[in-house]
């Protein structure tokens, strides 16, 4: 615009000063005026052309005007409007500049309004100088925190420090905010009145123009609700629905620490005639009797935890490691029990146990307890204590069979695909199948995974299965209109081998928007730089991520969240029980919660009946899946 303004100067100038072309530069000096006047909207392109056309049109004139013979009072005159036209145009430009400087600091003061207004109502603000003193917070701050400006303004900001979190996660803040950096993470506060809050929160540097921390902001979310719900999820999840107890989920939490640990499996004998001869709700109650009975005996103990793991089935997982010390506090249980019957509805009811100890590795002392158990029983003994001694030769001869079974069906291609419909439960129309495996034996007879995949896994040829379910299942759908998924372990996604082989695959078949990968055994994660390159792998091709038997097991938010879960498959042990137990209604209604919230679709499997179909869309549960939907077939 000030090119525009000085155009006619140099123009005047270039045709010899006020005495040749005051005439011709009045037009020059009114087109920027008449254009800006012209114009509703003000814009500079317009009175740009405006003032082309007429300078073109002064210079066209000017020979003819140069000509002429000017009196002196008229040449006044023109100089007179010349130079009132180039006051008058400076003075309609400065005036728009400053009505639109105005009109854009009006602008940004209502855009900022709005932005605070916003970030009030939803965020909640804190500023720190350099030693960490609150300088400034918003209405929000002092909503959640309780304290008010007097008591906030000046204070240390570790004033809302809850005590139970590590000292090391604010080592971690200040080293980050320090180097300049913003540091991400949740914080569990405390409020004055010591009630605790939960926030996601970015803490970072304000930088002055020389590059030097002046202060901190603090931006935080709160998340206080969707942790009180995965706390929720996390203790009904961990909690055996009858006795009260923790539950085989628990045990395998608990069992994967660093500790060494000893398991005592308890058995109820013979607890089937129980159930026949009183009922179910009579047996249900000897149950929850017996477990108090077991947990009075086991209280004084130090690190020494009870556990229901189904039916008639209770664990004692200890640090105590004497084999002596065990089998004595298990034989004194014993004569106890003996001694002293429970009392049911006026009923006298004398118990039995058998008892399998384990001293192995952490991640065998259930499967060694329960052949120490089974010993037990086959040998008439109350106790037995676990050696390889008796490691059952009829399982060592078992697992030779099917090692040798495996390797025949990948030989001759008898391994086998099966599909199982999943249902959208908003259109009631089938979306998606699970691809199953199946062996196909010599006879002919179909062979369920529960029987071979588990000695596959220990001799190693379980890669192979992955692989064969892999490229079966691409090449079946590949020409299909319908999504499917394939089963994998996080142990597959590990190995370099298998993880390349389903990355080459969706790379060769070009189907990945099809496609989801269901990951099972999620329950504890390591390596996760290795599994989160793999998921943005796989996502870039369009493939979806499902988390298998969510609810047992995997329970941890956490690894929902870095595991990018498109899907969660709510465990068929909560679903099928979801119509008649008011607790597997309240885990599912929160993991629907929560799923919403983080934008993931449900699935319920292992649904046999119409009414547990119609109770998950009562729940919103998105998709269906199990024998009463569809039973898994070998062709669409």
């Not at 929720?232 to 961990?238: A, D, F, M, N, S």
């Not at 009579?282 to 108090?292: M, P, Q, T």
């Not at 259930?366 to 059952?392: D, Q």
């Amino acid at each position: 615009m000030i090119l525009m303004l000085l155009l006619p100067f140099l123009m005047m100038w270039s045709l010899g000063g006020f005495e040749n072309s005051s005439n011709t530069m009045i037009w020059a000096f009114l087109a920027p005026i008449m254009a800006l006047l012209y114009t509703e909207k003000k814009e500079p392109f317009y009175w740009l052309i405006a003032f082309l056309l007429l300078l073109s049109l002064s210079v066209a004139l000017e020979p003819i005007l140069a000509k002429r013979t000017i009196a002196y009072t008229l040449k006044e005159f023109l100089f007179l409007i010349n130079t009132s036209a180039v006051l008058s145009g400076i003075y309609v430009l400065l005036k728009y500049f400053i009505n639109q400087t105005k009109t854009d600091v009006n602008n940004n003061v209502s855009f900022l309004q709005s932005y605070k207004t916003t970030i009030d109502t939803n965020l909640i603000v804190t500023k720190t100088d350099l030693e960490g003193n609150i300088t400034f917070a918003n209405e929000n701050f002092y909503k959640i925190s309780q304290y008010n400006a007097n008591e906030a303004l000046g204070a240390k900001h570790n004033i809302v420090r809850h005590p139970e979190t590590d000292p090391s996660v604010y080592k971690e803040i200040w080293d980050t905010v320090l180097d300049k950096r913003t540091w991400h993470g949740q914080l569990k506060n405390q409020a004055k009145d010591g009630s605790t809050y939960w926030v996601e929160t970015a803490i970072s540097p304000i930088l002055d123009k020389d590059d030097n921390i002046v202060e901190f902001i603090a931006i935080r979310y709160d998340i206080t609700e969707i942790i009180q719900k995965q706390e929720t999820l996390t203790r009904l999840l961990y909690t055996d629905t009858l006795t009260g107890l923790k539950n085989r989920k628990a045990l395998f939490r608990d069992k994967n620490e660093n500790v060494q640990h000893s398991l005592v499996l308890i058995n109820i004998d013979k607890f089937s005639q129980i159930n026949n001869l009183y009922g179910e709700v009579f047996g249900d109650k000897v149950l929850i009797k017996f477990s108090e009975f077991l947990l009075g005996a086991i209280e004084q103990r130090e690190s020494c935890d009870l556990y229901r793991l189904g039916g008639d089935e209770f664990v004692v997982l200890s640090e105590e490691r004497d084999p002596v010390t065990i089998q004595n506090n298990m034989a004194n249980l014993i004569k106890y029990l003996h001694d002293r019957p429970i009392t049911i509805d006026g009923q006298d009811i004398s118990l039995s146990i058998s008892v399998g100890i384990s001293l192995e590795e952490n991640k065998s002392l259930l499967e060694s307890s329960s052949m120490a158990l089974k010993s037990a029983k086959r040998n008439s003994k109350h106790i037995v204590l676990y050696s390889e001694a008796i490691s059952l030769n009829q399982e060592y001869e078992n697992n030779l069979k099917w090692v040798k079974e495996i390797k025949d069906a990948i030989k001759h291609d008898r391994v086998i695909l099966y599909y199982q419909a999943i249902k959208d439960n908003k259109t009631n129309t089938i979306f998606k199948y699970e691809t199953l495996i199946r062996l196909l034996d010599e006879q002919g007879n179909i062979v369920p995974p529960q029987k071979f995949l588990e000695i596959a896994k220990k001799s190693k040829l379980y890669k192979d299965l992955t692989k064969i379910v892999i490229n079966k299942s691409f090449e079946y759908f590949k020409d299909k209109e319908f999504y499917f998924s394939v089963n994998i372990t996080i142990e597959d996604i590990l190995d370099p081998d298998i993880n390349a082989f389903i990355i080459n695959s969706l790379q060769k078949y070009g189907i990945g928007e099809k496609v989801s990968f269901e990951i099972v055994e999620t329950e504890s994660i390591e390596k996760f730089d290795v599994i989160e390159k793999f998921i943005n792998n796989v996502k870039s091709y369009g493939a979806k991520i499902s988390i298998d038997d969510f609810g047992t097991g995997y329970s941890n938010f956490e690894y929902l969240m870095r595991l990018q879960a498109d899907y969660i498959k709510i465990d068929g042990s909560i679903i099928k029980n979801i119509v008649h137990d008011k607790k597997s209604a309240l885990i599912t209604s929160i993991i629907v919660s929560f799923a919403k919230e983080m934008n993931i679709k449900t699935i319920g499997e292992f649904v046999e009946n119409e009414d547990i179909d119609n109770k998950l869309k009562e729940l919103g549960v998105d998709k269906s899946q199990g024998y009463f939907i569809e039973k898994p077939k070998e062709k669409l």
